[in-house]
């Protein structure tokens, strides 16, 4: 049964510490989203990759977070120094050619303190 | 405006009865529609696709009027294990899915 996985589950940290937050998309899916959702605003795309290249991170506090796709099956999210107001759940989600099906992960709930 | 609205709920029904969503959308452009669901804690999952047609799944009704630019999802004999948020769901002409806040549905015995 193919998923997506993200590691950790859960991550508290003390504000200004450096977070990484990784994703393993399903094998053979070549388009790959993080989100972030708080109760608030709902899902918020932050940056998408195909075929590991950066598409749009229009949605991503440039100062504080990056997005890389290192190879096809990992994707990593990382927030530089982190703030309080980055609380919130973090999704990744995968898609196969000629699909709009996105296959989320089970999501890295963060709390920065 | 948000691109996609839903009205958050909760929608509290008795089991055994009908329930209806309806979400608009802003950008007329959109080509493709969905539901997503979500159970609370966890990741979400597509419930199903929306055509211009309409389509229905087993208890599960979904309907697009483009003119007025709105989707519903009708929900028949509702079950206690329909209690979730469904997320309306709306992408235009590139790969973004744009995800509506979503409405909670509350099934009781």
Same mark, same amino acid.
């Given at each position: 049964? @193919?998923?997506?996985? /993200? ?9 200004? /510490?450096?977070?990484? %937050? ?14 972030? /959702?708080? %109760? %608030? ?14 598409? $749009? $991170?229009?949605?991503?506090?440039? $100062? ?7 190879? @096809? ?12 107001? $980055? ?27 | ?6 009205? !958050?709920?909760?929608?509290?029904? !008795? ?10 959308? =802003?950008?007329?452009?959109?080509? =493709? ?10 990741? !979400? ?7 211009? =047609? ?17 989707? =519903? ?35 009781? !015995?």
């Amino acid at each position: 049964d @193919a998923r997506v996985t /993200q590691t950790p589950r859960h991550k508290v940290t003390e504000m200004g /510490q450096e977070v990484t %937050m990784r994703c393993q998309p399903i094998l053979g899916h070549n388009t790959v989203f993080w989100y972030r /959702q708080t %109760m %608030m605003q709902g899902l918020e795309l932050l940056a998408y990759f195909r075929n590991r290249a950066p598409l $749009d $991170d229009s949605g991503m506090p440039k $100062d504080r977070f990056s997005a890389e796709m290192p190879d @096809a099956t990992l994707a990593t999210l990382k927030i530089q120094p982190s703030e309080p107001r $980055d609380s919130a759940v973090y999704f990744c989600a995968s898609v196969g050619a000629s699909s709009y099906e996105q296959y989320f992960g089970p999501g890295t709930r963060l709390t920065v303190t | 405006r948000k691109e996609v609205e839903q009205d !958050p709920g909760p929608f509290n029904v !008795p089991e055994g009865a009908t329930v209806a969503f309806n979400c608009t959308y =802003s950008n007329s452009a959109s080509q =493709s529609f969905f539901w997503y669901r979500q159970d609370c804690r966890k990741e !979400p999952k597509l419930l199903m696709s929306v055509y211009s =047609s309409g389509n229905e799944d087993g208890r599960f009704t979904a309907q697009l009027n483009r003119a007025s630019q709105y989707i =519903s999802l009708l929900i028949r004999d509702s079950e206690l294990s329909d209690s979730a948020t469904y997320l309306c769901v709306v992408n235009g002409n590139t790969d973004k899915l744009i995800f509506g806040t979503g409405t909670r549905l509350q099934v009781f !015995p």
